[in-house]
Nanobody
C-alpha cells in the first residue's frame, strides 16, 4: 500500500523558517519524481517545488530563493526547507509521488502569521 505522510507544518511568524518532511512507503522511492504542492483558502492548488528521480529541481517563481526541495533516498523521505516565510505562504502543503500516476499525501497546514 502506497502511503505518503507529511509532517513539520505549524504556525510561524513572518520571516521564520519551517522544514516539511514527506515519508514514503510502499513505493520504490528512488525511482519516483517527488513534489510539493500547496492550496490556500479560496485558491487553486499550485506546484511549489519538484525534484526528479535524478535530483533535478524546479520551483514556483514565488518561492525561488526561499525554499529548497531535497530528498534522501536511503530514508525514503523528501524535504522542503522554507525560509523567509511570508503570510502568503499560508496554505495546506501536500507531497506527491509521481511516476505512471500521482499519489498524494494528506497534507500539512502551514500558517505564517504574527
Amino acid at each position: 500500500q502506497v502511503q505518503l505522510v507529511e509532517s513539520g507544518g505549524g504556525l510561524v511568524q513572518p520571516g521564520g523558517s519551517l522544514r516539511l518532511s514527506c515519508a514514503a512507503s510502499g513505493i520504490a522511492f528512488s525511482s519516483y519524481a517527488m513534489g510539493w504542492y500547496r492550496q490556500a483558502p479560496g485558491k487553486q492548488r499550485e506546484l511549489v517545488a519538484r525534484i526528479t528521480s535524478g535530483g533535478d529541481t524546479n520551483y514556483a517563481d514565488s518561492v525561488k530563493g526561499r525554499f529548497t526541495i531535497s530528498r534522501d533516498n536511503a530514508k525514503n523521505t523528501m524535504y522542503l526547507q522554507m525560509n523567509s516565510l511570508k503570510p502568503e505562504d499560508t496554505a495546506i502543503y501536500y507531497c506527491t509521488a509521481e511516476r505512471l500516476g500521482v499519489v498524494w499525501g494528506q497534507g500539512t497546514q502551514v500558517t505564517v502569521s504574527s
